[in-house]
């Protein structure tokens, strides 16, 4: 039986709970900052794993939002770049923020961890 081999990943995130658990580049900023941070790796060779916008919250409506990339570097991977550049502009578009209370807050952590949990296992 052949061993399973692990990618090597980074995990942006403004998420406290997700840079609880895993080891990750937290970013103390909104969804955008995230966005923005992400395209930056890109731009350094990074390739996205996890989409950007995952889920069914739509990016301007969660506080919280985690991408994985995959850290090998290389020349600039487009499908990366075009993917987080329609994030950014997506979320540009319709950028209004909400004011969460702290219930709130907690259930977007909790959804944004489980889509992170489930992305890391499906790269094992």
Not at 8 to 14: E, G
Not at 62 to 85: A, F, N, W
Request: charge should be neutral; glycine fraction near 6%.
């Amino acid at each position: 039986m052949q061993a399973r081999q692990v990618r090597r990943v980074k995990i942006i995130t403004n998420n406290p709970t997700v840079s609880g658990k895993f080891d990750c580049m937290y970013q103390c900023s909104d969804v955008m900052g995230v966005f923005v941070a992400v395209r930056g790796e890109v731009h350094l060779g990074a390739t996205i794993l996890s989409h950007p916008l995952s889920g069914s919250i739509k990016p301007w409506q969660t506080p919280y939002k985690s991408v994985v990339l995959g850290t090998q570097r290389g020349d600039v991977d487009m499908k990366s770049l075009q993917l987080i550049e329609d994030a950014i502009a997506t979320l540009a578009k319709r950028g209004k923020s909400y004011d969460w209370d702290e219930r709130m807050l907690e259930d977007f952590a909790v959804i944004d961890l489980d889509l992170i949990i489930s992305a890391m296992e499906s790269l094992t």
